[in-house]
């Protein structure tokens, strides 16, 4: 009995030995470092820009009263109505005596002697034919998308372009 005492209290202690030998305590976890990069100067570049997205003056209704290429002058036919809406989003619309028609224009800033300074097109339309107004459509289509300045007074306003040709309008339609 004494040899199982001893051996029972020898197999405990080599047991708790065995134990405390296997349980080591864990090595600590490094903590990442965090290294903050140092800025870099930056220098930000600013254009500036002077043209303007829109005219207040420009923005609105307009109705055709003439077309002049040149030195001959004509009027609109007069059972028809062609018109010009600016839209202060840079787009612009109306109806040519046949078809709808729409584009972009972009105003620069500049001004020279006969205006403002402004880019009409490309402008896209529907496409029916009209045998009393397609010419004059054409024409009016044709003679718009060419537009470089443009000058308003009071109610009027005038288009041009540098081929000599002048788009004449009334403000409001009808």
Do not use: H
Request: glycine letters at 8%; a positive charge; charged letters at 10%.
């Amino acid at each position: 009995m004494k040899k199982t005492i001893l051996f029972l209290v020898l197999l405990a202690v080599f047991s708790t030995l065995l134990i405390a030998g296997c349980t080591t305590k864990p090595a600590p976890v490094p903590v990442p470092t965090t290294t903050v990069p140092t800025p870099v100067p930056s220098t930000v570049v600013s254009v500036a820009t002077t043209a303007p997205t829109t005219d207040p003056a420009l923005t609105g209704s307009w109705t055709l009263k003439g077309i002049m290429v040149g030195a001959g002058t004509s009027s609109a036919i007069p059972s028809t109505l062609i018109t010009l809406t600016f839209n202060d989003d840079g787009t612009l619309s109306g109806f040519g005596g046949c078809n709808n028609y729409n584009a972009n224009y972009v105003l620069t800033g500049r001004t020279t002697s006969f205006g403002k300074t402004i880019s009409i097109g490309p402008i896209l339309s529907s496409q029916k034919f009209c045998a009393d107004t397609s010419d004059q459509e054409s024409a009016y289509l044709a003679n718009l998308q060419k537009a470089e300045t443009y000058s308003i007074t009071t109610n009027n306003m005038m288009i041009r372009a540098s081929t000599l040709s002048q788009l004449s309008y009334v403000n409001g339609l009808g």
